[in-house]
């Protein structure tokens, strides 16, 4: 199932979402992060219809496995120009994990900063392979090809990495869904300094959205900028700025990461 397909899959009802996650979305042992960040959404959705999503904040406690994913959503603040909902992600009884929306009306300011994009040479763009039975599932529907630093199990570690991705959804308009599934696209990037596989995972991930103008925009040449700020003990702090293809920076993803190696 595309991504498109995935959406119109979802069975929604006032504060809550379920999905049938097929095996080609899996992370490892686990559905792939940004579509449980997504069926989260969509639970919030029911209960917040038109206000722009500015951030999402999400913790995850256990993985996912293909099949029934359960979202329940509630309102836990509603005020004059902002909304707070958390939504929690259950198998049968069993919470999975916990994603805080936050949803905001634009309001006048003075202040405004816009984020430059960087420019890198892409004329040595290395495509990452999707290899069935060896590559995470739900990789076979991007393309990514790396135009700075180095691939996972590389053996030799790349603190920062630049890549274009692209979602393999031709049926699709991009909407905030696309944009949340793009945005946790990366691994990682401990990986990189690995020889053999090793297990990783996200704990929390924090997005913030810039963009909230998304249906004209492609799906096609996306751009992840990530660096690894802090690695110790095994855990990782690692954070992302997605660009949209016209290079806009559309959001700025972080993320706390363990690796086993």
């Avoid at 406690?61 to 836990?76: C, N």
């Avoid at 599934?181 to 924090?206: Q, Y």
């Avoid at 492609?218 to 690695?231: H, I, S, Y």
Wanted: charge should be negative; glycine fraction near 6%.
């Amino acid at each position: 199932m595309q991504f498109s397909d995935l959406l119109n899959a979802l069975e929604l009802s006032p504060g809550h979402a379920s999905l049938d996650v097929p095996s080609n979305w899996m992370q490892g042992r686990s559905v792939f992060g940004g579509l449980q960040a997504v069926v989260a959404l969509a639970a919030m959705r029911t209960v917040c219809e038109l206000m722009p999503l500015r951030t999402l904040q999400a913790t995850f406690m256990a993985p996912p496995q293909a099949g029934k994913l359960t979202v329940r959503a509630s309102v836990l603040r509603a005020g004059k120009n902002t909304r707070h909902i958390e939504a929690r992600l259950y198998e049968g009884d069993q919470t999975l994990g916990v994603v805080i929306g936050v949803f905001g009306d634009a309001r006048e300011s003075v202040v405004e900063r816009i984020i430059e994009q960087p420019l890198v040479d892409d004329s040595r763009a290395k495509t990452f392979p999707y290899i069935p039975g060896l590559t995470p599932a739900f990789l076979e529907h991007f393309r990514a090809d790396w135009l700075k630093g180095r691939f996972p199990l590389s053996g030799k570690l790349s603190s920062e990495t630049v890549v274009r991705v692209s979602m393999l959804d031709s049926a699709a308009a991009c909407s905030e869904y696309h944009l949340l599934a793009i945005a946790d696209f990366m691994p990682p990037l401990a990986l990189s300094a690995m020889s053999r596989p090793v297990a990783g995972s996200t704990l929390t991930w924090m997005v913030e959205f810039l963009d909230t103008q998304l249906d004209a925009v492609p799906l096609e040449n996306w751009r992840l900028d990530t660096e690894m700020r802090a690695a110790r003990d095994g855990y990782t702090s690692q954070q992302v700025t997605i660009w949209r293809p016209d290079g806009v920076a559309a959001a700025l993803s972080h993320q706390t990461m363990v690796v086993f190696g």
